[in-house]
Structure formats: structure tokens, C-alpha cells
């Protein structure tokens, strides 16, 4: 029987390109988006689109429910991909912003899981995937909120990996970097939105690094790979009779994940105030 995954955040980046690289793999594939618009693009390329907005619970529970009457109520694999960021020191981040991230960084993903849980149980079996980040292996300056969420994603896939570990249900985490996507457009609503950056007291800061980086595209970061790196490990994650419990993807991933097992934290922390 051909196997299925339901995939979020398939707007773009990533989860467009993992939609794209499952079908040709054989996989039905759900490509689920958080605006409708983009779920009617999909459909007219040929995907089941199913609308999910992490931020809207209704959403989560209809889109789950039109997979299930698609399949017969089951599903082999979930992606959980879709997220945004919030550039912005801490000290200029309002609790208001660390909410509404958090929403659709990780109480969202949470949701879904949830609720696909109980038919992986009933199956047997099943994949959850958790895209994270190198930010949830290390922080970084400029990127508290993302780097929140991630941290939080790690703790709760590794408790989950645990507590399934008596079931065939696999929970693997896959840690990018620097992936070609849109994340860094994506960001500027919710950075505009939430940071008062004008009347921060480091906004010298913020005029020769961070609003230069954020609205001026320098092309590709010196490490950046195109998101079909990301789906090569999605494809491991889920057909792999023994997949790992972690995917690193590109070089910043690998020297995060050392860095943290063999230096001291200060050592650290000067190595990425450099950066």
C-alpha cells in the first residue's frame, strides 16, 4: 500500500521541497499551508492540501480530520515543519511576541502530534519528524524567540522519543542550518510587529548589524544548502527501518552539535558573539 505523510509549512522552502521530493518518492503526501491561498496552489499542482494554521487549534483538528477520511483513518508519517521568526534582542522582546512565536513554533506542533498519536498507536506504527534547527543545539545573538521554540522542540521530541520507545512510533529530529527558504522575509512582519527597536537602548546595534541583515539579502550564507538536503534526511527519517534519533544537515549543524559536546559554555559564548 503506498504509504502516507502529512507535511506543514509547504508554502515554500522546505516543506515545499519535501512535498515535491515524497511524490516522486511514491509517497501520498499532504501538503498542508497556513493560508488557504497557498493550499489552492498546491491543489492545482496535484497535492491534497489540507489548510493548517499551527496558530488556529479548529485548524489543526479539520485538517487532521480530512487526512483521516482520506486514508481510512490512518497515517504513516507526520512532518512537523512549519514555523517563522522573530528577530530582536531579548531585552526589547514583549512577552506578547515570545507568545505568539511560540504558538506556531511549538504549541501548534504539539497539538498535531497529539492528535496523530492515538491513530499510530491503533496502526502500530509510524515517523514523527521534528524540523528543528542548529539554533536548538546552540543559541545565537539577535534570535531569542527562535531559539526559544527550538530548545523547547528538542526537550519535548527527546521526552517523546522516550516515552514511545516500548512502540514502533519513531520520533526523529532533523537539524538544519542554513537552508535556502524564505525565513528571513518571512520574519520581517512579526519583527515589525513586536520590536520597538527605535527606543532600544542597543538600536546603534541594531542599525549596523541586524536591520541589514534582515532586510538587505546578501545571497547565499557561506554554508547554505538548498532544502532538498533537508528531504534527503526527511526520506532516511521515514524509510529507514532504523532511523536516528537526529539528523545534522549542513556544516554549521556539525561543528554546533561538537562544540557543545566537548567545550565549556564560556568558550562557547565567545566563539558565537564573534560570529
Not at 492515538?118 to 515517523?127: D, S, V
Not at 547565499?220 to 536516528?244: G, M, N, Q, W, Y
Amino acid at each position: 500500500m503506498q504509504k502516507t505523510i502529512l507535511i506543514t509549512g509547504c508554502s515554500s522552502g522546505i516543506g515545499l521541497d519535501a512535498a515535491h521530493g515524497m511524490r516522486a518518492r511514491g509517497w501520498r503526501v499532504f501538503a498542508s499551508c497556513r493560508q488557504q491561498r497557498d493550499c489552492d496552489r498546491l491543489r492545482a499542482q496535484g497535492f491534497e492540501s489540507p489548510h493548517i494554521d499551527y496558530t488556529d487549534a479548529d485548524s489543526i483538528t479539520a485538517g487532521l480530520a480530512s487526512v483521516f477520511e482520506a486514508t481510512g483513518g490512518t497515517l504513516d508519517a507526520l512532518f512537523n515543519n512549519g514555523a517563522h521568526g522573530l528577530p530582536g534582542a531579548v531585552e526589547d522582546l514583549p512577552t506578547d511576541g515570545l507568545r505568539a512565536i511560540f504558538e506556531a513554533n511549538f504549541f501548534g506542533w504539539h497539538e498535531l502530534t497529539r492528535q496523530v498519536i492515538p491513530a499510530m498507536r491503533a496502526q502500530g506504527h509510524g515517523r514523527i519528524v521534528q524540523n528543528s534547527s542548529v539554533l536548538g543545539l546552540v543559541a545565537y545573538p539577535w534570535r531569542g524567540a527562535y531559539v526559544a521554540t527550538k530548545y523547547a522542540v528538542e526537550g519535548l521530541t527527546d521526552t517523546l522519543r522516550l516515552e514511545l520507545a516500548d512502540t514502533d512510533i519513531k520520533v526523529i529530529l532533523i537539524e538544519p542550518g542554513p537552508i535556502t527558504s524564505k525565513i528571513r522575509e518571512n520574519s520581517i512582519p512579526f519583527f515589525e510587529k513586536f520590536i520597538n527597536w527605535q527606543n532600544s537602548p542597543l538600536r546603534e546595534r541594531y542599525e549596523s548589524s541586524l536591520l541589514k541583515r534582515l532586510y538587505e539579502s546578501s545571497g547565499p550564507d557561506r554554508f547554505e544548502l538548498p532544502a532538498s538536503a533537508v528531504t534527503d534526511k526527511l526520506a532516511h527519517a521515514v524509510e529507514s527501518k532504523r532511523p536516528r534519533a537526529r539528523y545534522y544537515v549542513t556544516t554549521p549543524t556539525y561543528i554546533a552539535g561538537y562544540l557543545r559536546r566537548v567545550l565549556p559554555t564560556r568558550t562557547i559564548d565567545r566563539i558565537l558573539s564573534d560570529v
